[in-house]
């Protein structure tokens, strides 16, 4: 749980401005810079501060190496759960939607405090097919 940071009292290491000599950069290279990269008085916050990866998600696998997704049974009916989505799970469900267009939309239920979608019916072969390729 609690990682040990080992200090060293005296460094042999040699400062960064010595070890390596600084060159400056060529009249060529400054001007193929620009065209790629805006100035600096051209950049806002929005390009700052923006959320680039706001749709984006990520299953992480068991520890054992297996894709979470589990076929349980509530209630007498058989429920397919995929757990440990990192990320957006709307998103999620919207592309597992569409692997499963003969299923309504409400079959598919997010639960946002455990991060788990579950989807009415047993689709746990076929997700794990299409998963395992994916992640």
Not at 8 to 24: E, F, G, N
Not at 87 to 110: H, I, W
């Amino acid at each position: 749980m609690w990682k040990q940071i080992i200090a060293r009292p005296q460094s042999t290491l040699a400062p960064v401005s010595l070890s390596l000599p600084h060159k400056p950069l060529a009249p060529t290279t400054i001007s193929r810079l620009t065209k790629v990269f805006p100035k600096i008085e051209q950049v806002n916050h929005d390009n700052l501060y923006g959320k680039p990866f706001k749709n984006a998600y990520y299953i992480s696998r068991t520890h054992k190496g297996s894709i979470p997704v589990y076929r349980t049974y509530k209630s007498q009916a058989v429920v397919t759960e995929v757990r440990r989505i990192d990320g957006s799970l709307t998103r999620f469900r919207d592309d597992v939607q569409k692997l499963f267009p003969e299923k309504p939309k409400s079959d598919f239920t997010c639960l946002m405090s455990s991060m788990t979608l579950r989807i009415k019916g047993d689709v746990s072969k076929p997700l794990k097919k299409y998963l395992s390729e994916a992640f």
